[in-house]
Structures are given as C-alpha cells and as structure tokens.
C-alpha cells in the first residue's frame, strides 16, 4: 500500500499560524518523538583528501525489534541541513521515527558540521553529490556486514536533501545499487530562488543573521588553518548568503561564483533524470523555499511530490495544544520510504 499523501493529510495546528511560525516554533519547543532524546554513538572516518567525517549512529538498545515480515533492518541515513547535526530538531525526531519501526538510524556530519573543524581546505555545500555517494557507499557496507542484505533509505533535509537529489540525479540508474528509496524534505531545489527569499524582508533580518553567525566564525577558523585562502576583510562586511557564497562557499569548491555554484548544484532542473524512487517535499509556505520555485510535475514514473500548503521550513508542528510535536512529518515520509523498502528485492 503506498502512503498517503502529506499534502492532503497535514493541517498546521491553529495556534500557529503562517510560514515563519511554523518554522520557529518546532525547532525551538516542538516535541520530538516521546521526548528523550536520542543516544548516539560516534565514528570518525578518514576521507581519500586528508580530512575527516563524524557519523554519529543510534545505540541499538534504543531501537525496537523490526518486525518479523521485516526485509532485514533497513538503515534510515539522514542527511541534515546547513548548518545542522544529529541534534537538529528534524534530526532527533526521525531518529525516533526509524527507532520505532525497528529501523538503524544514522547522520553523518557534512564537514566541519561534527562540532570539532574539519582538517581540510572546503567546507561542504549543497550540491555535493560525490560526498554523498561515499557515504551512503560507507554506511550500507557497514550496515550490510551486521545485518545481511537489509536496504538502506535516504533522507535529506534542505541543503542536505537538494545534495542528496543531485546524487541520485548524478548516479542514474546505479543509485539503486546503493539506496532502495530517497526524500528530500523542504529543499531548495532552486539554489537561486531560495537565496533570494532567504536575502529578503524579515527573513533577511533573522534567518540570514541566524546563519551568518554560526557560518562566519567556522569560516575564519578555517582561514587561520590556511591563510590567504579568500579575503577577511570582504567576509567580515558580508551580509547576505550570495556574498558569503560568493567569498567562501563558491571558490573552495571549485565554482566560478555564487552563480556559478546555484546553477550547477540546483537539483530542480533535473528532476526527471532519477532513477529510483524518490520523494520531494514542501511546504508551500516556507519561508526560505518559494512556492514559485517548485515545480507542478515532474516527467517519469520515478519523482513523488508533496506541496501540503503548510508546515513552513522543516516544521511541521502537530498537536492541539502547545508546546506541539514534530513527530508527523518524519513518520509520514518514513512510511513513505517503508514501502519501497517492503518491495526491494534482496
């Protein structure tokens, strides 16, 4: 049975009204599974250029048993968004989705995103599919050598699911020899687009200001690792995401310019080139991804859409009264991912 459509289902609760509230609100109070948060266990990988990765697993005592018609244990591997871990908000409350259906739950920390500076000259970005295929490769040989021929599902959540649609785009039909099914949750898929909303008006004031702070000191550490590796000065005076880009995110991987990098790493215009099933989510009213930059279809058998009308970015609260939870997002694409995980082939 495929899952039902989010789109239709989710209904914001009424004391939270609007895009912006509904982002807020659960990433500062919203409840995530029973509460209790997740217990992980780190590993620290070494990368082919020097550097390192963390990939922070849930403990297997707090994952229930899968059922018996169970393929195996399947993995559920998130990939989380700029600037987040394992401790994001959405990032807690899908590790109790996975933990409930008997799933293996794993984040793995873009770079420098661990909590301890990454080793080497980059950074990470939102179109960093080669990045993505080495961990998911990583990650399902070491979940396969504990639980046999069990499938391995991928989520990603903003930047990190617009990377993630850009592998799967990248990888064609061979994405299906790594993972079973893919979603990306409130992904700018228009790199551009959500740029410019993110640059503008209230948002501008609080969402870019929020990211700045945390993005600008990581990038000057990284400066004193490696000077001269882009200019201080015109860093410090940035003030939206394009100049940051422009200065930092763009050059250190090999882009022109912002430009440049929003063009080649947009997933949006290639949608109709995946391979394998995939889900793409979005609120309608999310206030860093405009409804205008979504598109109505996508061509093929392989892309699902959701466009619930609410739920703002990454939000999704629930619940009749405050402070809510933001458990319905994560289990309604997680039954979404169950159902491909149910037919894979072993």
Known sequence: MPAPDFSAAYRAPW?????????VWPALFGRRGDGRPPRYRRMRWDTADGDFVDVDWLQEDDIASPPAS???????????GLEGSSRSQYAEAFAAAAAQRGWAFAVPHFR?????????PRAYHSGDFEEIG???????DLHRQAHGDAPVLAVGVSLGGNALLRWAEEAGAAARRQA???AAVCSPIDLAAGARAIGSGFNRHVYTRMFLASM?????????????????????AARDLHAFDDIFTAPLHGFRDAEDYWARCSAGPRLGEIRLPALVLNALNDPFVPAASLPAAVRGEWVRLWRPAQGGHVGFPAGALPPGHVNAMPAAV???LA??????PR
Do not use: M
């Not at 195996?72 to 989380?80: A, D, K, N, Q, Y």
């Open 70 to 80: 169970a393929p195996g244990r399947p993995l559920l591997v998130l990939f989380h």
């Open 15 to 23: 004391w939270l009204p609007g895009g912006n509230l509904q982002t």
């Open 334 to 336: 997680c039954d979404w």
């Open 339 to 344: 159902g491909h995980a149910a037919g894979a």
């Open 216 to 236: 600008k000191p990581k990038a000057l550490a990284k400066l004193a690792q490696f000077p001269g590796l882009f200019d201080a000065e015109a860093l410090g």
């Open 180 to 182: 079973v099914a893919v």
């Open 112 to 120: 420098g995103c661990g909590g301890t500076l990454n080793r080497a």
């Open 134 to 140: 080495w961990l998911l490769q990583r990650l399902g």
